[in-house]
């Protein structure tokens, strides 16, 4: 059913973009809370955003959803451009013309990829094998840069992490561990591991942060 909407919404104005990009359907969804997927369908896809269909609106206009191209799986932050909805049978369904606000770049590489309908590159098990161990430094990118610069700012000031030069990624690792609701409010989870040298001897951390829908960074724990 949600294909046969994604195609009805095909229908109701064309999305204008001034980037090559492919119409299709694929699978989407975005995480109401930790426990409740919303599912939907992909209409569009370019290398600067997507054109999508959700059974529920997001109440913010920067959120995170998964969606599946082809074989790959990848978890993208967007930013709603224009929003639109259709009632059918009872049900509203709402269609968001988004652009990527936080994609990994090996991410990115398979959208244009995709949309230009390039191969895949020659070594795919060793470029597998590299998404898998860059996908914990990926959940930092994907995060806006102002959040990023809190992260940075309280680790350091923790002594939990050495300052980044400038052009420098910080030395961190970050895995993403979902959203729960606090009122009404979306409050996102993560867990950060750094380290920083200390007269020679390595120290390790791992703090937990919770960021809320206005992109504000609150230290839960760490040890």
Known sequence: MLYELAKLFSGKGAERRGHKRKTLTYPIRWMKDENTPVDGAGQEISPTGALFILKEKPPNNEFTVTMKLGDRMMTVRV????????????????????????IAADDWDAVVRFV??????????????????QKSDDAFRLLPLSVQNQIVDALVSANHLARPGPGQAPLLRMTYSGVARRGDQEIHRCHV?????IEGEIRQYDTTFLIDGAGKVQVQGSR
Do not use: I, Y
């Not at 230009?116 to 161990?133: F, G, S, T």
């Not at 591991?193 to 040298?197: E, Q």
């Open 79 to 102: 930013t709603s451009l224009r929003h639109d909805q259709l009632t059918q049978n009872g049900t509203t369904w709402h269609r968001f013309a988004t652009k990527f606000s936080g």
């Open 116 to 133: 230009n309908d390039m191969p895949e590159p020659e070594n795919k098990v060793a470029d597998d094998l590299k998404n898998v161990v």
């Open 193 to 197: 591991h750094s380290r920083v040298d």
